[in-house]
């Protein structure tokens, strides 16, 4: 079964700094991987998702995220935090269980706060 | 291009109560699946279903079953409620040929007392 793990279940940055959160997954196939954002009582929100065609992948409000297949890794980033960034981050990949049917397995999550 | 959308918003039940729940696919969409999120944990799979069938199942007991009708609507029903059933429930909806690609409703909270 694959697997999902993220560093940090707290991230804290400035506004205007790097943001970066990690996720790191197990799979034994080519796996299809996704970054979701949550927002306090809402659904998620899809930010960016790799298939296997490039591995920097840009995804929405400026993040973007690289695919490293020797390190089994999926870190999101963006250059400048925004207050409007602040939120629940979730790392997730998809696992094939048959028959065209997937299901995405996600990480504990990690919740960004950006600090004035 | 209408969303997913989910309703009641909210809900209250009984230990040993039934409920159900209720997803809208995203236009153009005809696979559906459910997710459990308890709180301060990441979504759990329920199930999956396509064509009306479940193609798909995480591991959850029996009581908790589902279906999707032919306009691709879903519905979630959970049997013999248990505190621990208390979640967001999230529906999420993709294309048959990219399944792996899912776009998700608001949730519907559920407390079980």
């Known amino acids: 079964a694959q697997s999902v793990t993220q560093l940090g279940s707290h991230v804290s940055v400035s506004e205007g700094a790097l943001v970066l959160l990690r996720c790191n997954y197990s799979?034994?196939?080519?796996?299809?991987l996704f970054w979701y954002v949550q927002y306090p009582n809402q659904g998620l929100q899809l930010l960016l998702k790799?298939?296997?065609?490039?591995?920097l992948v840009k995804g929405i409000n400026g993040f973007e995220a690289e695919f490293k297949k020797s390190e089994t890794s999926f870190h999101l980033t963006k250059p400048s935090a925004h207050m409007s960034d602040a939120a629940e981050y979730f790392c997730?990949?998809?696992?094939?269980?048959?028959?065209?049917?997937?299901?995405?397995?996600f990480g504990k999550g990690t919740k960004l706060s950006v600090i004035p | 291009e209408t969303g997913v959308t989910q309703s009641p918003t909210h809900l209250i039940k009984t230990r040993g109560q039934q409920v159900t729940l209720r997803c809208s696919s995203q236009?153009?969409?005809?696979?559906v699946s459910w997710y459990q999120q308890a709180l301060g944990q990441g979504p759990q799979f329920i199930f999956q279903?396509?064509?009306?069938?479940?193609?798909g199942r995480g591991n959850f007991p029996p009581r908790f079953s589902g279906l999707q009708f032919p306009n691709y609507s879903s519905e979630l029903n959970v049997n013999a409620l248990e505190l621990d059933d208390s979640a967001l429930y999230l529906c999420?909806?993709?294309?048959?040929?990219?399944?792996?690609?899912?776009?998700f409703g608001p949730g519907t909270r559920l407390t079980v007392t």
């Open positions: 999420a909806s993709s294309f048959v040929g990219r399944a792996y690609e899912q776009y």
């Open positions: 799979s034994s196939v080519p796996p299809y």
């Open positions: 790799y298939t296997s065609a490039a591995t």
């Open positions: 997730a990949v998809s696992d094939s269980t048959g028959a065209g049917s997937y299901q995405l397995t």
């Open positions: 236009s153009g969409h005809n696979t």
């Open positions: 279903y396509y064509r009306e069938e479940e193609n």
